[in-house]
């Protein structure tokens, strides 16, 4: 990075904040100004209110800001990825625009990462929010998350995060994964950490998520499970499950003929010879998928030249030719 750059970037998506967005910058400006030459990235996602007007104002007032519009909504993965991609700072920190999320974490979040760490994750120990439809459901969901990723991370759902930018460029977003980048920079041997951090009542707007999530960090949650664990052998998955399958449709097939040999029963008018045909194509279907799922994996890393694994430093003597 250009040493006259940022040290630090501070990304924040939003959507329809009008009335959260001068106190939030002038919240991160307080806490900020003195201690770090930083930026301010606000990323808005399809706003329909004043939000952006505001926003031009103050870019005009403070070259520190830089603001990225989108054309429509494309969601809060998709505003938080475009944030990180233009950060400029070594370190990236994230925060909601609601107002909930307090800035004043942010140095404290820096400071833990300078203790050695690649991620530092917000915990909204105490929060101040509707239980039965973002409380409950925000807590199945995080023991989910840390139960199948091995992240044992109390809060999976704060926006609140510090990153280094180089495991930010390691990790790439899709759908709704925002939730998801520490368990997906766990892959590349990030150094985690978990700091509670303050979390206020919302004053004003209103919230974006509802108890329709749910099924969406559910579907995202098995995707990062196999990225995690089978990006790089699909086959052992799906060749895994083909296996089982075949080995019990012999087995019910054997059983159908025994019953047969020893004790007559019709086999076109038995259940079990129905379910060994079936078991026996799902199993050959699998070992199929995971065959094709092996090519599209190594077509995939061939064609990018992109490893399966992650280097994170060389040391070696440099020797000279005589």
């Known amino acids: 990075m250009d040493k006259t750059g940022p040290e630090v970037s501070v990304v924040i998506p939003l959507l329809n904040e009008q009335d959260n967005i001068q106190p939030l910058y ?7 100004d003195n201690k770090y030459n930083y930026e301010i990235i606000f990323v808005d996602d399809g706003s329909t209110d004043n939000s952006f007007n505001i926003l031009s104002r103050l870019q005009k007032a403070d070259a520190r800001i830089r603001i990225i519009r989108f054309r429509r909504n494309f969601g809060q993965t998709a505003a938080l ?18 107002l909930q999320n307090d800035p004043a974490d942010i140095p404290k979040m820096i400071d833990k990462l300078h203790e050695g760490f690649d991620v530092v994750s917000g915990w909204r120990k105490k929060r101040h929010d509707k239980t039965l ?11 989910l998350i840390a139960k199948i990723t091995g992240v044992k991370l109390h809060d999976f759902g704060c926006t609140l995060k510090a990153y280094r930018k180089e495991i930010l460029e390691e990790t790439k977003l899709y759908g709704e994964m925002h939730r998801f980048i520490p368990a ?9 950490a978990e700091m509670v951090v303050n979390h206020r009542p919302r004053t004003t707007g209103s919230t974006k998520y509802g108890l329709e999530r749910t099924v969406k960090v559910i579907l995202d949650l098995i995707t990062v499970k196999f990225l995690l664990s089978f990006s790089t052998k699909p086959n052992q998955l799906f060749g895994g499950w083909g296996f089982l399958a075949l080995f019990l449709g012999s087995a019910s097939a054997v059983a159908v003929i025994l019953m047969k040999i020893l004790r007559g029963t019709d086999m076109t008018g038995n259940p079990l010879l129905y379910l ?6 799902v199993g050959i279907q699998f070992i199929l998928m995971g065959l094709l799922a092996e090519l599209l994996v190594r077509t995939y890393h061939e064609s990018q030249n992109r490893p399966t694994y992650v280097i994170k430093e060389i040391l070696e003597s440099s020797t000279e030719e005589g």
């Open 26 to 32: 002038e919240q991160i400006k307080e806490i900020l």
């Open 81 to 98: 990825s475009a944030g990180f991609a233009h950060a400029r700072g070594e370190i990236v920190a994230a925060i909601d625009a609601d």
């Open 133 to 143: 439809t973002r409380l409950l459901p925000s807590k199945i969901a995080n023991w």
């Open 184 to 192: 997906l920079a766990s892959w590349s041997g990030a150094r985690i």
């Open 276 to 281: 060994a045909i079936l078991l026996l194509v």
